[in-house]
């Protein structure tokens, strides 16, 4: 163990070294608006995937490839809309070497300055005073995603052959449902991805601001839209309020029946299927490290819906939630529009754990939301459908990876790193896990209050740092 | 009467005459973009002013007036935003006339391709064949507006004097609750407007889309919104949701308890301040030329709440209304965002009827929400309050006004024009009223399907020349 430590020393001095040149390839990823739920900005989803090719060609990784996925089903605006294409690429080929696949997505969530980002959410800020990097993607993923180029930037820089054989897999959907990837990974297990021994994660974040974690759980998430439409198009309220049923109306009156003040879920079915909590997992959420005051401080507010650490815990990694996003269609200006939106869709979705059925859950929930709107006695027409889902994951956190892992993150941070579960979902941990036959680990880079999906994104230099050398000393630790 | 016919011959001539020259005013009119309730767009609401005085100062009106209106008051986003001024022009000062002042409104309702406008709004279409006019204004208000000019153009050109005395105000914050019209009406009753013997307001449709009117009743509008907040910015659904209260949940049941599917109110007290329904006035809706097809046809849809002419036409007349117009702050674009909204404003408004009193009506709707949210017992903050209101209004459909407008729309259309009421409101009317002591007279020029406020807002050619040939006519008329 002395030995490694030792033996690690140059490479994380390299990491330091090349701080700059780290911090400038972020800069010029986050530069680039590859949003991936905007068939507006298809093109720059795509050029990220360029940008990605073109570092990978420059640090000497080979048999790179653009994987092509086709047009995007259903529903799109645009029907020939095509899927930004999978990067795939290797790094060493020694059968004596374990093999290593690590996983990121290059597109990111929609971003603007009318959101209320304090700076331009595509231009990377650096606040060098504080330490931290904002920009959309910072986090989430672009800043992992660099991460594994710096760490072999880092290892050419030194002269050093790496300790594992490499395998890249970057996606540009993964904010969109990562439409594509399970028949990929399915196609690719026994070709481009033979051999591989463990797939590693780095896309999501450290429960709190100060202790890095290593996260062997995630919830799913199923994605849906209820359409209301009536009148052919929208109208005067002060011509027509009275005597048309209204879509909004009808809306609202659905949505009400999904989800209570205080977090409970309406639709019923859903409670039963999930896992009975044992006093044994009850247990283990006792040594976490975290706090009320920690969730406080991410939520900027004190609007917890629990006073005490395990019920958060529980809330956030072991039992279903529902939030509703947002409605399209209707006036969502500022000021004020006497209009009756004629056709609006009310967006929701429902984070799912163990040993929720996907597919019965989709039951329930068209179930629920057909009869709430039937109840209504309503003359528009409804529709819901699932625009996307993932299932949920767990894994074995004392495995091969998990503990190589753990010694990693301790050498470089001095801490022994939590368990976590994580309420977020990375679908595809489950897929590659399935269809390689293969151990998968969840290895964060930013913390917990980093503002992914948010404004004002941003990940700390500290994290970005020692997230690299977490990343390389895991290849090594692993590669043993 | 025969005598009068003749004689307005060689006008009504003269605009047929005119007609490609009017049409490109109205074309001209339409290209600026004067959207008051778009802060962004406040210079093109300023840019109209200018295009009006232009034209004005052309057709030789005198006194022209840009009435300064000071800072548009909170809630704005630019603390130091200008309302746009009003126009005020008079044309002929012979003590021997009658004066008529006519109003008319210069912005517009916001409007844009991904509206589902099926040509830019701010460029006129017109289709020669259909013998329609396309364009965000066409028929609110800019046609009606353009009228006036056209019928001073076409008595230049004849060499005639006008029969009235004319004078004219034309404000640019209508359709954003008329700001600061009130106070200049109030200061100007007994200086610019001194002596005006009636106003004539042309600003409303017709019932259906054959048959015109005249108006002598609108219904009011009082401007909500509710906003609910909590967290200090957006948040990741996975990460947060089932652990933070979210403002979005919240608003949703809040919403949901303002009005039910059927269209009833559900704020306690409304219905108790309505004036109760006589079976006089029961007997004024059967003779009104309107059916529950010609509804469905403007709907284009058939999801009207009553299927008889007289339950809508009390409806849309003699009923409040509550419509939900939308949700600011929440996801509201295509496709699917994870996105639990920190901050989200719902805004609805009611359509206010004799005999309801407008301040206990804000306090009604203030008592029911609170009273809602706070059952709710969330941890987030909610506010509610009034963005703009306006009452309703009621006139005598025999006075020397209508009369006059009667027999010219007769005369122009060979029918009889019904004497309706509007749903819609148009606060100004009751200001004029009260602060100028006359009359005051609906002339509406376009009809019940133009799509006012909506997508494709047309006005038929037919209805834009025969409407300056009925606002002349009326003008001579009554100058009698």
């Known amino acids: 163990m002395l030995f490694d430590k030792l033996a690690l020393e140059p490479l994380f001095e390299k990491i330091d070294e090349l701080q700059p040149a780290f911090i400038d390839r972020l800069r010029r990823s986050i530069a680039i608006p590859s949003v991936s739920s905007d068939e507006s900005l298809r093109p720059k989803v795509v050029e990220m995937a360029a940008f990605l090719v073109n570092e990978l060609t420059t640090l000497g990784f080979a048999d790179i490839q653009l994987k092509d996925l086709g047009k995007q089903p259903p529903p799109v605006n645009n029907p020939d809309l095509l899927l930004p294409p999978i990067v795939l690429a290797r790094f060493g080929n020694d059968e004596k070497k374990k093999t290593v696949l690590v996983y990121g997505h290059y597109d990111v969530q929609p971003a603007g300055l009318e959101d209320g980002w304090a700076s331009e959410p595509f231009e990377m800020t650096h606040d060098e005073q504080a330490g931290i990097l904002y920009g959309r993607g910072s986090t989430d993923d672009k800043g992992p995603v660099m991460g594994w180029l710096n760490v072999v930037e880092a290892h050419n820089a030194l002269g050093w052959e790496l300790p594992v054989n490499l395998v890249v897999c970057f996606e540009g959907m993964e904010e969109s449902g990562s439409l594509g990837l399970d028949g990929l990974i399915a196609r690719e297990a026994k070709n481009y991805f033979k051999g591989v021994d463990a797939v590693c994660i780095s896309d999501n974040y450290w429960l709190g601001t100060t202790k890095p974690v290593l996260t062997y759980g995630l919830r799913g998430c199923n994605y849906y839209q209820v359409l209301i439409s009536g009148p052919g198009a929208d109208l005067h309220s002060g011509i027509f309020g009275g005597v048309v049923a209204e879509p909004m109306t009808d809306l609202v009156q659905v949505l009400s029946l999904l989800v209570s003040s205080d977090g409970t879920i309406l639709v019923p079915g859903i ?41 958060i815990l529980k809330h ?111 679908p595809i941990t489950l897929t590659f896990e399935k269809e390689l036959g293969t151990q998968v680990l969840l290895l964060p880079m930013g913390r917990g209050d980093d503002g992914a999906h948010s404004i004002n994104e941003k990940l700390n230099v500290s994290n970005y740092i020692n997230g690299c050398k977490t990343l390389g000393g895991y290849l090594h630790y692993y590669g043993q």
Chains 1, 2 share one sequence.
């Open 316 to 426: 956030r990694w072991r039992y279903p939630s529902l939030s509703i996003h947002g409605v399209e269609g209707a006036f969502s200006g500022a000021g004020a529009k006497t209009v009756i939106p004629a056709k609006v869709t009310g967006k929701f979705s429902i984070r799912t754990v163990p040993d929720i059925d996907l597919a019965k859950l989709d039951l329930l929930v068209f179930a629920h939301v057909t009869k709430a709107f039937k109840q209504l006695n309503s003359k528009n027409q409804m529709k819901v459908e699932l625009i996307h889902d993932g299932d949920y994951w767990k894994s074995d956190p004392f495995n091969e990876s998990f503990t190589a892992a753990s010694k990693a993150t301790e050498h470089v941070w001095n801490v022994k790193p939590d368990f976590t579960r994580e309420g977020g979902s990375i």
């Open 271 to 311: 409670d039963e299927m999930v896992a009975k909590l044992t006093p044994e997992e009850d247990a283990l959420y006792d040594d976490i490290d975290f706090s009320v005051d920690e969730l406080q401080a991410a939520l900027g507010s004190k609007t917890a819906l629990y006073d005490n650490k395990k019920d």
